[in-house]
């Protein structure tokens, strides 16, 4: 239960890969915590580090040094508090299972009687406004859908903290735009704390109530940015709003400068 104390807590992460042509720092001293509840974007120029870091928060990697701490426990290996979707939905979907199919898998290694679990399935396809789609197959379906179903079957798990990396860089705008507001809904109505990366500055800004702007590679937060919009958005009135030019002005030029290089980058800082 929330305590006051931080969900997550990311403390002096390192993370260096070796390999055959030497060692590769791409993550060089990373700080943060993020709170029960809350939504935050990740940003950063390309290849800077950012899948290195969620590799590391959801324990498919570990750390060549710091913490990862998840309420308060290290997180050791993959944790069953965590949902990850990706972008590759065409990969993270079985195309023998159904829909429904899909989204009931990993209950399946939960013990709960199979009328919860139906039900747990339903309200989460309810959630992605695909109940109609349950006994389809994902190769039925278009990409948003199939992402709608990987998102479905995250929810349904319950998870502590919904990791998303890049999840909707695949599908067109129209569609993107509607899964961005399928996010919001999901965090106001279900409080669900979300991880989200993307390459997108605006999509940041639109999505998060903070967003973290990393450095180049080796990789450190170079700004902790409050999103001071108003909880309640959308497409055409949020992006209007000055304040959201002037944020997506302020991490676009962050970007810009980390692009530079990482004599560039300076210590985290908070503006609200
Ligand atoms: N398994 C690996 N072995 C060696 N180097 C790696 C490995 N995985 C990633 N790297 C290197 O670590 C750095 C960060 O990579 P990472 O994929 O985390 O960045 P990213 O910000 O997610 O990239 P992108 O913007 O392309 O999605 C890059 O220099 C990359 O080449």
Redo the contacts with the bound molecule.
Sequence with gaps: MPDGSPLLRVEHLR?V???ATGD????ADLSFTMDHGELVCIV????????????CLAGLLRPTSGVVEMDGSPVTGPSPAMAVVFQEYGRSLYPWLTVRGNVELPLRHQKLSRAVRDRTVSDALEAVGLPHAARSHPWQLSGGMQQRVAIARAIAYRPEVLIM??PFAAVDAQTRADLEDLVRELHLTRGISTVF?T?DIDESVYLGRRVLV?SH???RVREDLVIDLPPERDQLTTRALPRFTELRTRVYEQIQRAKRGPAEAGPAISVG
Excluded: F, M, N
Excluded at 24 to 27: D, G, P, Q, S
Excluded at 44 to 55: A, N, Q
């Design positions: 993370k890969y070796a390999s590769v720092e791409a993550v950063g120029p390309s290849g800077c580090g950012k899948t290195t870091l969620l590799k990396d890049e990366v390459h990393l590679a080796p990789t």
